[in-house]
């Protein structure tokens, strides 16, 4: 298992009676995607932000890039190379696209440090978030306020800010959530290119981006995977259909 | 709508002005209202730092600008007294001079916002404005009960420190002093605020989940940010004082930390200059209503109503747009 990037290894968290992540073991490989699906409710945000770091698991550990980061902040983690994106957007809505790349950049340089230097007019910072904005094709919406983005948009961009990290993995968190059929299929294509440059863990609800994308899909059921394996044998998995697609297939 | 350069040079101007016609007039009174004007600014561009840019709302600056204000008493009541603050183990005297108080007052408020930040920035919300009120208050009662430097009564210093080359009993070069020191921290100011470290301040108050998970270590930041406010505070509570030539704890109370806030809010909040209209206005309508009324706050009552419910950038927001920011 050590050539992994990212092994989340026998996590438990409770919340009073309720079992949010259940022994949950998983990793991601370089290379490759792997899709978390799951019903409603199944704890597939719990167990993101204890792979990102807001939250402590019970018990556990997660390990990234070869080191134990179960006691990390979730800003170490971002720094060792951690890319995240949100299912709401989370991006400073007043700040120009620019200036949020900018952001990200900042972030990366660990120049936040620096008191007397104009951040938009440092060459080193511009370039990695030029970089990633032409990555996602939004160099042209450079100075337009966040805000006014559309939501698509505003996905894209999400995406640009986790790039100026140079990520070693990405954790999305149903990045297609409110796209429309041709953004959603754009960005498929997009992730499909990405994951050459780092594995991407994805959370995703658009069942049919899942089974294009996907190398390897867990399914998580009340805080425990069911199965893991890859876009056929999750199909046929009779577990999975009873607890997760069986109601589409029945319908 | 102007652009908000320009705006903040007008206001800038205006300040500079008034008391210069004021000497022309012979009016020092004059003077001495926009000394005292550039001096609230001061306190305001300070938690303004905090609040504007960082979204901490403190409800406690007063400690700071409180601080400031001793620095200046404790140390200038020992030189008028030639009695040194310590003999042993080593000697430290008072001073009557102005730079010396000033690097006191700094590093003294430094200090304590570090102490208070440390523990309050903890909290967020409503939890910090209690938390930073309560601090405040601490040193209000502290104070109040300290017999050594006045208790309740406060302090009184005889004579105006001094300032090499400067007569500071002169209105109009005090003025100059108070003037010069708040615009050289306007322009640190506006230079952090465009740095990286404003940048990420900013983001962070925008949306703190952002800057987490791109690596800032949002907590040390903001802390920063709250040191840096609180010694600018510490820095004006020093020129206030000087300006009374008079210390009390009512400088600690949570009116004052009322008031500076109230600058930001009129002014316009995380704008460079805001403080600074806030505070010239706030001064200018306790002139001009408070010889109406004993209750005049009853009127700056009904414009800040106005001003949060309608111009919600406060003056400087309500007449010029955001400057949207470019590279290159």
Known sequence: MTDSILRVDNICKSFGAL?????????????????????NGAGKSTLIKQIAGGLKPDSGKVFFDGRDVSQHSTARRARAGLGRTFQISALAMDFTVLENVV?????????WFRFFRDAMKDTRLLERAYKALDRVELRDLAHVRTSELSHGRRRQLEVAVALTLSPKAFLMDEPMAGMGAEGSQALTGFLEALKTEAPILLVEHDMDAVFALADRISVLVYGKIIATGSVDEIRTNPEVKLAYLGEEDAA | MIRERYLNLLIGALLLIVPLVALQLDEPFIITLATKAAILALAGVGLNLALGQGGLVSFGHAAYFGIGGYAMGILASHAQDYAPLMEAPFLIEGTNLMPVIWLVAIVASALAALLIGALSLRTSGVYFIMVTLAFGQMFYYFTVSWPAYGGEDGLSIYVRNQFPGVNTLDPIQFFGICFVVLMAVLFLVNRLNKSPFGLALNGAHQNEERALTVGINVYRLRLVAFVISGAITGLAGALFADLNRFVSPTMFSWHTSGEIMVFIILGGVARLFGPVAGAAVYILLEHMLGGISEYWQIYLGLILLFVVLFAKGGIVGGLARREVRHDG
Do not use: N
Not at chain 1, 22 to 32: A, F, M, N, R, Y
Not at chain 1, 103 to 111: F, H
């Open chain 1, 19 to 39: 079992k949010a992540s259940d022994s949950i073991t998983l990793d991601l490989k370089p290379g490759e995607i792997h899709a978390l699906i799951g019903p």
């Open chain 1, 103 to 111: 952001l990200g950049a900042v972030g990366q340089s660990g120049s």
